[in-house]
């Protein structure tokens, strides 16, 4: 069993920037792929990122790309996303997921964290 903390949302203006930090427990964290999802009010749960299980890929979803960044630290058990030049839009509960079974850009991992809240005011 892994259980995932997110840490690190806030209030934002607009072109600032937040790095959210999820924290995972268990020895085996290094195996799984992670990503971040996001729900902005009134809609469902989105793909943001997802990084393997080394840290050497990566992928976006296409309107974060060249703003969001996603790195991990498997000797630390955390994955982290590095927020720049955020946008109102942005404004939504994060999430940071584990161990997707199929595609990593549906909803169906495994583990899941509780979510921080990141406010982008304009």
């Known amino acids: 069993q892994v259980q995932l903390v997110e840490s690190g949302g806030g209030l934002v203006q607009a072109g600032g920037s937040l790095r959210l930090s999820c924290a995972a427990s268990g020895r085996t964290f290094s195996s799984y792929v992670m990503g971040w999802f996001r729900q902005r009010p009134g809609k469902e749960r989105e793909f943001v990122a997802v990084?393997?299980?080394?840290?050497?890929?990566?992928y976006y979803t296409d309107s974060v790309k060249g703003r969001f960044t996603v790195s991990r630290d498997n000797a630390k058990n955390t994955v982290a996303l590095q927020m720049n030049s955020l946008k109102p839009e942005d404004t939504a509960v994060y999430y940071c997921a584990g161990d997707p079974p199929g595609n990593y850009y549906n909803t169906d991992y495994k583990y899941w964290g509780q979510g921080t809240q990141v406010t982008v005011s304009s």
């Open positions: 990084i393997g299980r080394s840290g050497n890929s990566k």
